[in-house]
C-alpha cells in the first residue's frame, strides 16, 4: 500500500471532519512511525471484508475483462474518484496483435503479456482485481455473479457476486464457428495466449510425427498439411508465420521430409485481406503464390473431422475433403453467452451484438457502459432527427433556412452524427454550404424543410460499424475513462454538442474513431500496411514500421524491452523448435 | 543434408571399390551440378525406408534419452564411425540446474532448453532422432519397442521398434514416492521442465485464490501454504526462490494478503542440505531463519491428501498435519519401469539400481551401456584381486613384495581401484610407500601377503556411488563417447591399466568421476559453494560466481544468451506474474 492510499484511506474514515482530517495528514507526514507502520501492517483486515459491505461513499466502478478496451480504460482512470473493481479471468493483459508470432516462436508468449494488477497498481487509490469468470450479469438488482475459474484443491467459495453503480462490459467477444459440425472440437483458434502456445506445440507434434519410421508417404503428407480457415488479418499473418518458421528453422532440422510440408489457406470470399485496400489483397497472394502457400477462394467450409476439413466450392458447388495435421479456425466473432444473456434481459434479445449509444452507453440500461468487441455503436441516424434539427436551426422560425444559420449548427451537427464529415470526405464537397446547393450546383440562399431533408437524404448510408479491432477498443476504453475522470466538470460545463431534440448540451461529445492504419506482415520480413490518406505501403521498408510501431505500442517497458529481444533473438540464433 | 553426408552415404554404396569411390568423388568436388543436385533433393525417399533396413556396414548405436549423459555423449560423438539413433519422450535438452529458477520465472522455461536436434546437426554424419518414449529393451533380440507419445489426431502407426549393435542407457531417474500414499495425486514435482510451468501456474493460482472476497483468514492461510517435502538442493533452491518471488514481486501486487504467506521445508534428516558441509547446511538453516522459512528436521511425511500434509516427528514418534496451498515433492530418485524390466532379464532382478562396471558397461549384457541416473557404478572392490595382483607384482616369484615391484604396479591399481587414490589422500599418506610400512610406523623393505592383504584391508570402505548430479552424467557422457570414438586405435594400443587377472592391458581407463564443487543458492541473491579443495564459500560474491559458471556452462550460445538477459529482465523489471 502506498502512502497516498493510506492517506486516502484514512481521511475517507474522517470524512466530514475536515479539522481531524487535516490534523491527520499532518501527523503522518511529520511523523516516520506511522508512515513506517502503514508500511508495515498495510490493509491486514481487508481480504475478510466483503467488498460490498465497504463505506461506499465513492461510486462503485465494476470493469468486466481485462483485454484492450478495459485495459485502455483502466489506465487512464482516475481511481481516486471511484471504488474500482475489475474481474476477468485472466489476470494479465495480451498484446493480442502479437499472437500469430507467439505461435511459431517469432516472440514469446511471455513477452506479450504483463499482469493487470502492474498495470492498475500505479494509479491514485486503489483497483481491486479478482481472477474470475463472469457468469451473469443481474441488471435489475445492479449485482454480478462470479465464479473463480481455478480447478484445484484450493479452499474457498469459488462464487462470490459483486455490486456496481456503474458496470463496464469489455468482455470481448468469442470465436464464432457458424455451428460447423466439427469446429469445436478438431480446429485451433487464434484468440488466446493458450491457444497459441497449444498451435506451437502441435505444430512441433506433426513434425515429429511425420518424421518417425515406418509412416507411409501419405500419412507423412497427411501430417504435414497445415489448414487455415478465414484468410483475413490473423489467418494471413499465421500462414506467413508458419511459412517462415518452417522455412528459416525446421526444413534444415526435419530435411527428410520437407518436400512434404503444404500450407492452405481456405477463404470463403473472392480474396484473402478483402477488408483491405485492392493492391495489399493482391499483393499478399502474388506473395504467397510465390512461397507455395495454396489459396483456395471461394470455399466454405461445411465441416471437419479429426483427419479431414470438408468444403464447399461456391462456384461449381462441388464438396471435397482435404487430409490435415492441423487445423486453425480464425475466421468470425460471436457474442458471448454472458453478453447475450445480459441483452435479454435489458431488451436488446433480437439483436445480434451488444448496441451502445454514441456515448458508449448500453441501450437500454442506465449505468452501463459496453466497449470493445463485445459491443457495438448504434449510430443515430440524422434522418430521424432532421425535423428537430430544422427547427433548432430556424431561429427565426421563418420556415426556411439561412445559409448563416445553417452554418452556426453545422459544427454541432458534425459531431453528433459523424457520417456528416465522412459523407463530406467521400463526395469531396469542400464545405457545408456545397451541400445546400441545388440539384443544378448552383448556390442557394436559403431551404426549406424538404430540400434541407433532400440535402441529408444520403448522408446516413455513409454509415458503418467500426472493425472488431485492438485499434477502436483501446480509443473506447481511453474516451471512456476521460468521461469518467470528467464527470463532475461537464455536469456544469457541457463541453458535447448541441441537443437538437431537447434543450442544453450533451455532456460529453460522442465518441469518434480515428484510424491509424493497419499492417499485414506477410512473411519473409515483408509487410502490407494501410496508412492514413489512402496510402498503400508494402515490402520490407513496410515490415520496419511495422517492428517499430508494434514495439512503441507495447503496454510497458518490460513487454517492450522483451519483444525487442525476441525479435534480436530470431534474427540471430532462429526460433526454438522444443516441444514445450 | 550437407555435401560431406551425401559423400559418405555415396561411397558407402560403392564400398569396396575404391577406384570407383575416389572417381566419384573426383567427379562430385569438380561438378557444382551433382552437388547442387545434393542440396536441392535430399533424402526424399529416406522416411520411407525402414532404418533397420538400412546398409547396416557402420555399427548401429541406439541412444535412449536427451538428457544430460546422453546429450554429453552425442555432443563429442564422431557420427562417421557409427549409425545412430537416439530416441527420447523430449525432443530437447533442458539444463536441469536451473529448473528451480523457471518454478518462478527467474529464468523462463524456453532460456533453458535446446532442441536435440540443433545439438547433434553439427556432427559430421547423421544422427536420427525419434520423438517416442522406450517401452521395453528387448535384450535377447537386442531390439528397442518404442512408442510415441504424441496423442492427437496425427496419423501413422505410434508403436515401432529399432535394432542395435550397441545400446547406450541414458533415460535417467524418476521420482521415488517411498509409496506415500496421496503423493502422486497431490504433489508437485521438480523434475521435468513442464513441471517447473505447472508449479509457477498453481502459485499465482494459490495468490489469486487467496486473495478472492468471501474468503475465512483460515482459507487465506491455507492457499498461502506452501511445503516442500525434502532439504536437499532442489528443495532448498525452490523454497529460496519462492520466497524471493514472494518478496521482491508478489508482496505489492497482494499487498492485502501478503502476511498470511508461509514456506515450509520439511526433511527427514537433522538438516537440510546434509550432502553439504556442515559450514554450508547451517549457514542455509541461518538464513532460512531469517526470512522465515519454516524448516521442520527430523519429520517424516506419511500421506498427502488434496488439502493436508500429514507428517511424523522422528523423535517423539507423534503425528501431525499441516494445511496446504501447494505440495513440492523434491525427494528420492527411483528406478524407471522399462529398465527395471531391462534389469530382470539381464539378471540384474535382485539390484535396486542398474549396474554397471567401471568402464559403464551394464553388468551381465553384452554391448549395452548406462550412464547418468540411471544407473550405478559397480566398483571392484581391491581385496577380491588381492591375491592376483600380488602375483603380478611379484615378477621373481619370491612370495614377497619388495617396493622396487609395487612401485611398478601401483599406478595401474591406482587407474583401476580409484578408491586407493581417495585413502591416500584422506589418511594424508605422502606416497605409496606410506602403504606398506608396519603397524609402527617403520619402513619395510619387503612384505609378504598377508602384509600386503593387511596394508589394503581399509581401502574398500572409502568406495563410494556417485551422486545422481548432472555433473557426473555428463562427465559420463563425455567419457563414453571418447571410448566409442577411439574404439579402433585403442583394439590395438590399449590405454587402460594392467589387467590383474589376465594378461595384457585394458583397452581403455576406466571412468573416473571428477568432482568440481557444487551450488546451493539460497535466495536474496546469495548462495553457498562447496569448491575443490574443502573450500567453502557463502555469500553474494558466491552468488555471482554460481552466476558465471551457470551462464558458462549452457549447452549453446541461444541459451547462453537467453538465460542472461532473463537474469537482467529479471534485475530491472522483476518477475511476471501473469497466469499463463
Same mark, same amino acid.
Given at each position: 500500500m502506498t502512502i497516498l492510499s493510506f492517506l486516502s484511506r484514512a481521511s475517507r474514515g474522517f470524512q466530514g471532519y475536515t479539522a481531524c482530517s487535516k490534523l491527520l495528514i499532518l501527523c503522518t507526514l511529520s511523523s516516520g512511525g506511522l508512515v513506517a507502520? #502503514?508500511?508495515?501492517?498495510?490493509?491486514?483486515?481487508?481480504?475478510?471484508?466483503?467488498?460490498?459491505?465497504? %463505506?461506499?461513499?465513492?461510486?462503485?466502478?465494476?470493469?468486466?475483462?481485462?483485454?484492450?478496451?478495459?485495459? #485502455?480504460?483502466?489506465?487512464?482512470?482516475?481511481?481516486?474518484?471511484?471504488?474500482?473493481?475489475?474481474?476477468?479471468?485472466?489476470?494479465?493483459?495480451?498484446?493480442?496483435?502479437?499472437?500469430? @508470432?507467439?505461435?511459431?516462436?517469432?516472440?514469446?508468449?511471455?513477452?506479450?503479456?504483463?499482469?493487470?494488477?502492474?498495470?492498475?497498481?500505479?494509479? &491514485?487509490? %486503489?483497483?481491486?482485481?479478482?481472477?474470475?469468470?463472469?457468469?451473469?450479469?443481474?441488471?435489475?438488482?445492479?449485482?454480478?455473479?462470479?465464479? #473463480?475459474?481455478?480447478?484445484?484443491?484450493?479452499?474457498?467459495?469459488? +462464487?462470490? #457476486?459483486?455490486?456496481?453503480?456503474?458496470?463496464?462490459?469489455?468482455?470481448?467477444?468469442?470465436?464464432?464457428?457458424?455451428?460447423?459440425?466439427?469446429? /469445436?472440437?478438431?480446429?485451433?483458434?487464434?484468440?488466446?495466449?493458450?491457444?497459441?502456445?497449444?498451435?506451437?506445440?502441435?505444430?512441433?507434434?506433426? $513434425?515429429?510425427?511425420?518424421?518417425?519410421?515406418?509412416?507411409?508417404? /501419405?500419412?507423412?503428407? &497427411?501430417?504435414?498439411?497445415?489448414?487455415?480457415?478465414?484468410?483475413?488479418?490473423?489467418?494471413?499473418?499465421?500462414?506467413?508465420?508458419?511459412?517462415? $518458421?518452417?522455412?528459416?528453422?525446421?526444413s534444415n532440422l526435419y530435411s527428410t521430409v520437407k518436400d512434404l510440408v503444404k500450407i492452405t489457406v481456405i477463404q470463403s470470399g473472392d480474396h484473402i485481406l478483402n477488408t483491405y485496400d485492392e493492391r495489399i489483397s493482391s499483393f499478399a497472394e502474388q506473395k504467397f503464390n510465390r512461397d507455395g502457400i495454396d489459396v483456395q477462394t471461394g470455399c466454405r467450409v461445411v465441416s471437419v473431422s479429426d483427419k479431414e476439413v470438408t468444403m464447399k466450392l461456391k462456384a461449381k458447388g462441388e464438396v471435397c475433403s482435404i487430409p490435415h495435421g492441423l487445423v486453425v479456425w480464425s475466421t468470425g466473432v460471436g457474442t458471448r453467452p454472458v453478453v447475450k444473456d445480459f441483452m435479454e434481459q435489458i431488451g436488446q434479445g433480437n439483436r445480434r451484438v451488444l448496441a451502445t449509444d454514441e456515448w458508449l452507453r448500453v441501450k437500454g440500461y442506465k449505468d452501463a457502459y459496453a466497449?470493445?468487441?463485445?459491443?457495438?455503436?448504434?449510430?443515430?441516424?440524422?434522418? +430521424?432527427?432532421? @425535423? @428537430?434539427? $430544422?427547427?433548432?436551426?430556424?431561429?427565426?422560425?421563418?420556415?426556411?433556412?439561412?445559409? &448563416? %444559420? $445553417?452554418? /452556426?449548427?453545422?459544427?454541432?451537427?458534425?459531431? &453528433?452524427?459523424?457520417?456528416?464529415?465522412?459523407?463530406?470526405?467521400?463526395?469531396?464537397?469542400?464545405?457545408?454550404?456545397?451541400?445546400?446547393?441545388?440539384?443544378?450546383?448552383?448556390?442557394? /440562399?436559403?431551404?426549406?424543410? +424538404?430540400?434541407?431533408?433532400?440535402?441529408?437524404?444520403?448522408?446516413?448510408s455513409q454509415m458503418k460499424s467500426l472493425p472488431a479491432t485492438a485499434q477502436v477498443a483501446a480509443q473506447q476504453g481511453a474516451y471512456l475513462s476521460r468521461c469518467f475522470n470528467r464527470q463532475q466538470q461537464s455536469q456544469d460545463n457541457p463541453e458535447g454538442p448541441r441537443r437538437f431534440r431537447g434543450s442544453g448540451r450533451h455532456k460529453f461529445r460522442p465518441f469518434r474513431y480515428k484510424h491509424f492504419g493497419q499492417f499485414a506482415p506477410l512473411g519473409g520480413d515483408q509487410a502490407a500496411a494501410e496508412l492514413p490518406g489512402d496510402w498503400v505501403s508494402v515490402g520490407h521498408s513496410t515490415q520496419w514500421l511495422w517492428y517499430s510501431v508494434y514495439a512503441s505500442k507495447q503496454v510497458s517497458w518490460r513487454t517492450r524491452m522483451l519483444v525487442v529481444s525476441d525479435w534480436t533473438r530470431r534474427f540471430i540464433f532462429g526460433r526454438d523448435s522444443s516441444r514445450i
Open positions: 507502520y #502503514s508500511e508495515s501492517h498495510p490493509d491486514t483486515g481487508t481480504p475478510g471484508v466483503d467488498p460490498n459491505q465497504k %463505506e461506499l461513499k465513492k461510486k462503485r466502478v465494476l470493469v468486466l475483462g481485462t483485454g484492450w478496451a478495459a485495459t #485502455s480504460f483502466l489506465k487512464d482512470l482516475d481511481a481516486s474518484l471511484y471504488d474500482i473493481q475489475v474481474v476477468s479471468p485472466r489476470n494479465y493483459f495480451a498484446f493480442t496483435p502479437l499472437l500469430p @508470432s507467439v505461435t511459431c516462436g517469432t516472440v514469446e508468449a511471455r513477452s506479450i503479456v504483463e499482469p493487470i494488477r502492474n498495470i492498475v497498481k500505479k494509479r &491514485r487509490g %486503489e483497483v481491486n482485481f479478482w481472477e474470475a469468470e463472469c457468469l451473469k450479469i443481474d441488471a435489475a438488482n445492479k449485482k454480478v455473479l462470479c465464479r #473463480s475459474k481455478i480447478e484445484n484443491n484450493l479452499v474457498g467459495n469459488r +462464487e462470490f #457476486s459483486l455490486e456496481y453503480d456503474y458496470l463496464v462490459v469489455a468482455v470481448g467477444a468469442q470465436v464464432n464457428t457458424f455451428n460447423t459440425p466439427g469446429v /469445436e472440437e478438431n480446429c485451433h483458434f487464434l484468440k488466446e495466449v493458450e491457444d497459441c502456445q497449444k498451435i506451437r506445440r502441435t505444430v512441433i507434434d506433426c $513434425f515429429e510425427t511425420a518424421i518417425l519410421p515406418h509412416l507411409t508417404e /501419405e500419412e507423412r503428407k &497427411r501430417n504435414l498439411h497445415f489448414v487455415i480457415v478465414g484468410g483475413g488479418p490473423t489467418g494471413v499473418e499465421f500462414a506467413a508465420e508458419l511459412h517462415d $518458421f518452417f522455412e528459416e528453422d525446421l466497449i470493445g468487441d463485445c459491443a457495438t455503436i448504434d449510430q443515430r441516424k440524422i434522418m +430521424e432527427d432532421i @425535423s @428537430s434539427i $430544422f427547427k433548432a436551426a430556424d431561429k427565426d422560425n421563418s420556415g426556411t433556412l439561412t445559409v &448563416r %444559420e $445553417f452554418k /452556426e449548427v453545422i459544427d454541432d451537427m458534425i459531431i &453528433r452524427y459523424p457520417q456528416v464529415d465522412l459523407y463530406l470526405q467521400n463526395n469531396h464537397l469542400s464545405g457545408v454550404t456545397d451541400l445546400l446547393k441545388d440539384p443544378d450546383g448552383h448556390d442557394r /440562399e436559403e431551404v426549406d424543410i +424538404e430540400q434541407f431533408k433532400l440535402a441529408f437524404s444520403h448522408v446516413d
